[in-house]
Structure formats: C-alpha cells, structure tokens
C-alpha cells in the first residue's frame, strides 16, 4: 500500500498537507495569480436603508456641487437631464415622467471618482461600485476594486480606509446604512413607564 500526500505551502505561509485523490475530487484556491497581477480584490457591499433614497433638492445640490469629483458630474448630468426633460414637454407628457438626480446615483458616482483617484487603488483593473438586488437587509451597493498591493496588510488597511471614507461621507448624501433594529434602539424610541408614587 502506498500512501502519496502533497506539502503545500499557503500564502500565510503554513504548510497544509493533502492526500493526492483530495486534487481531484475537489477545489482549491491558488493565490499566485494574484500575486502575479500586482493588485488584490475588494469585493464589499454597502448595505443602505432604502427609505433614506430619494431626489436630491437644490440645497443638498449646492453642498454636493462642493465636492471637488462631483463638480463635473453633476454640471453633465443636469445637462443630460434637462435635454431629456425639454424633450418630454415638447411631446406633450406630464411632469411626472421627468428625469431627475437621486442622492443615491450621485453617491455611486461619487464612489467611482473616489476609487479612481485614491492612492491606494489599482485604477487598471477592473472598478465598478453597482446596486445588486435589494435584500431584508437593504439595498446591497457593491464595491468592486484591486488594490496596488497584493500584501494582506496593506490591502486590509486600503480596504479600511476607504470603506471609513464612505461610510462617513454616506450622511451629506442624506443616504443611511441599514441596520437591524437592536433592543438598545428599540428602548430608546418606547416611551418610558411612569414612576410608581
């Protein structure tokens, strides 16, 4: 009877050991051609509370218009929107069709400039932040990015930064990340119960 077993030795650089049939019967995943790409993926959602999505009103447009990688955005879109919006008035249709820019569309784009000008991410490779489909817990906006290094430190610590970024800045967009309710939260909205004289 021979025994035939294969030393390999992980990206964290521990050994595992496994039997030959284990190769074929199942999978394994192979870091070098990250490694050998020079960028590591983020792939994260943000979870945002749907009911905080909504039309962006001229006072929150001038903040937004303060953001230095939304300046052009912004003067493209409302000229795209107002194109399209002239064009449903000269045909007759109601207002109601008109087009016009959500806080949430902004702060996708926002996102997407960000990324793009962060020192930390590979601008090469593929970049998309995208809504997938909305969830019991929100409405899931996935970032999907690599960054310039491939070591575990230093992509944890990008990945960090930018997630910080973003979900401080969430608030000047009036968007909110979702989150469960908590028995703490739901205390602190119940009326409290009147003292016993």
Request: hydrophobic content about 40%; aromatic content about 10%; charged content about 20%.
């Amino acid at each position: 009877i021979a025994l035939h077993t294969i030393t390999v030795q992980n990206f964290d650089k521990t050994i595992t050991t496994i039997p030959t049939k284990k190769l074929v019967t199942e999978s394994f995943k192979n870091w070098r051609g990250m490694q050998e790409a020079g960028g590591r993926r983020i792939k994260r959602a943000l979870y945002l509370d749907q009911h905080s999505v909504g039309f962006v009103e001229a006072p929150m447009l001038a903040r937004l218009e303060q953001f230095a990688v939304l300046g052009d955005y912004l003067r493209e879109k409302q000229s795209e929107l107002a194109q399209w919006n002239a064009g449903l008035q000269a045909k007759g249709m109601a207002a109601v069709n008109a087009r016009r820019v959500t806080n949430l569309g902004t702060f996708r784009a926002y996102v997407e400039r960000y990324l793009r000008q962060h020192p930390g991410i590979h601008t090469d490779m593929t970049l998309l932040v995208r809504q997938l489909q909305p969830t019991t817990e929100g409405l899931p906006l996935e970032i999907y990015c690599f960054t310039r290094s491939t070591a575990w430190g230093e992509y944890e610590g990008v990945q960090s930064d930018v997630f910080d970024h973003l979900l401080a800045t969430l608030p000047a967009f009036g968007l909110r990340v979702f989150q469960a309710s908590s028995d703490a939260m739901l205390m602190a909205v119940q009326p409290r119960p009147a003292a016993a004289e």
